[in-house]
């Protein structure tokens, strides 16, 4: 039986499998630019961000309708539950699909029918958070946040993805002031690609709670002794970080070397569908590429919960 685990970096529209891909795109009648499901995983070769983005924003074409949403989010706690996962904080990007015309209240209600039965069918809680693709305007973002208003009791913080480099934190100041007043917590990916300068702005401009990825913290000693003293978590993702070729192989990857340091590493899947497995697999096959202890192994379960936003009684049950 896998340890307890909560996945805290996980990108819905990241656990669309190829075979879902195909059935969606057929239900829906969209054409695909891949002839069957072998030649579509075929593709899932990445020589960065970008280029995984290119296909990630492609494939979500076939998501259409409420169903399409609930049916992915069913297929992810279904893999989830299987992997030990008890509760889970799902990113979703609306953006990418208010820009092909299907509206945001069809992408909350479809994610919101599975994650309303999550904990009686899978025994995982859910908390959704709404992502802002960081390469579109702040206008954008902001639009985007107004127009979630109606869905708030369904959201519990906002999170900034997509483009890093070129695109700081500093971009969503404004954005992120409004959604704190909208009473919504805060994360956003920093550090992925993006330079140690990212980590500190979205800790001093957007106040988040979390850094997702946040690898590259480690270029900056001074960052690190923050991270480790203020206890801010870091969302890690060990499968992506390889595929995206920000680390050479799982045997180089910094989990071990951050945790040493003291910092508050949780593992995650980030898009399991396509970096090649779940945060199950993510932590099994991390933990024996770099060593890690059962100790090591049980604290980075640990974190997940302490780093999570249950509140604290539920979340003092799992420490
Ligand atoms: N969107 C989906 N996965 C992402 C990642 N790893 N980095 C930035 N944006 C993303
Ligand atoms: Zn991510």
Partial sequence: MSIPKAELHLHIEGTLEPELAFRLAERNGVALPFGSVDELRAAYRFDDLQSFLD???RLMDVLRTEQDFTDLAEE???RAAA??????EIFFDPQAHTARGVPIETVINGLGAALDRSEAAHGISTGLILCFLRDLSAGSALD???SAKPYLDRITAVGLDSAEVGNPPSKFTAVYERARELGL???A????EGPASYVWEALDLLKVERIDHGLRCLEDEELVARLVRERIPLTVCPFSNVRLRCVDTLADHPLRRMLDAG???TVNSDDPAYFGGYVGQNLTETAAALGLTAQQQYTLA???FEASFLDRQTRDRYL
Avoid: I, P
């Avoid at 992997?83 to 889970?88: E, I, L, M, N, T």
């Fill in 189 to 192: 990916h920093a550090g992925e």
């Fill in 55 to 57: 296909l990630y924003y």
């Fill in 263 to 265: 910092l508050v590493a």
């Fill in 302 to 304: 640990r974190n997940s």
């Fill in 76 to 78: 992810y706690l279904t």
């Fill in 185 to 187: 917590r805060a994360v």
């Fill in 144 to 146: 985007t946040l107004e």
């Fill in 83 to 88: 992997q030990g996962v008890r509760h889970a």
